[in-house]
């Protein structure tokens, strides 16, 4: 790959412009992850066990009067929430996209007991049957990383199997300081590692779209017969006057919001974090 290529391949795309290669169902990247999402002392691929725990009981707390609940859990990961949500006695579905992470879920809800239902799917295209569940979640800031026609979709489908008076809990990450998320441009040369288990070279930009309120953190990683992957994260920022228009563009009407879930500091935890409780 030439300078010139790389140059191109660098420059500042149209928004939304998609990624040639996807990270969560390579197989050497899930496996990665999944280690990440098992790490309870770091914030990456999932929170601190701690946050998870903290988030797990106020989630239940908002629902404390509802009995056993049916709860559909989205981009569940490798199931750290679905099994502490099980424990209390719940009905939990878990779906996301990555492969490894399930097989990991139904190995380890497997051995520990737990009746979980556990599916392959992405979310984006499941299909979704009306009045189903009591209680739907979404952690993590994943509403985030859809783009904004996904997410009136999801939205839409969320609406529509929610039980009467049934309740979505998500996260999103708050829009203060939105250029303080912007991080310089670095490189990495390894023999081996996150990205590929042979010798690559990796470029990771962001760039910042500020009438959206999207930051793009874009990775190009050049593998050592010099092809190179694209891997784009768009994450959006929101303030709740953001959610609420979201909200009730798709039928939702009663619905408060909570930014002290989460105790950890930092830029993507913490008060950084808006939780929404939207009722069907």
Not at 57 to 73: E, M, P, S, V
Not at 114 to 131: G, K, R, V
Request: proline letters at 2%; charged letters at 25%.
């Amino acid at each position: 790959m030439i300078t010139t290529d790389i140059i191109s391949a660098s420059a500042r795309p149209a928004i939304y412009e998609k990624s040639t290669s996807f990270m969560w169902t390579d197989r050497h990247i899930s496996k990665q992850l999944l280690n990440t999402h098992l790490n309870p002392d770091i914030d990456l691929a999932s929170r601190k066990q701690e946050s998870i725990e903290k988030t797990v009981d106020w989630i239940l707390n908002t629902q404390k009067d509802k009995g056993k609940l049916n709860i559909l859990d989205l981009g569940c990961g490798p199931g750290l929430y679905a099994e502490l949500l099980a424990k209390q006695g719940h009905s939990i579905t878990g779906v996301d996209i990555s492969e490894t992470s399930i097989n990991y879920a139904k190995q380890s809800a497997k051995e520990k007991g737990l009746d979980i239902t556990y599916i392959n799917a992405s979310y984006l295209e499941l299909e979704f049957q009306p009045e189903q569940y009591d209680l739907i979640l979404l952690i993590y800031t994943d509403f985030g990383a859809l783009t904004s026609s996904e997410q009136r979709y999801l939205l839409k489908q969320i609406y529509l199997t929610l039980k009467k008076s049934g309740t979505y809990i998500f996260d999103v990450l708050k829009d203060n300081n939105l250029e303080s998320k912007v991080t310089p441009n670095t490189w990495e040369a390894s023999n081996g590692g996150f990205w590929k288990p042979t010798p690559y070279l990796m470029l990771s930009q962001s760039f910042l779209y500020e009438t959206e309120k999207v930051v793009l953190f874009q990775h190009i990683v050049i593998d050592e017969n010099e092809k190179a992957e694209i891997y784009r994260f768009w994450t959006h920022f929101f303030n709740k006057i953001d959610i609420k228009q979201k909200l009730t563009g798709q039928g939702f009407t009663n619905f408060c919001f909570n930014d002290h879930v989460l105790s950890n500091e930092g830029q993507w935890n913490g008060d950084n974090v808006l939780f929404t409780i939207a009722e069907k």
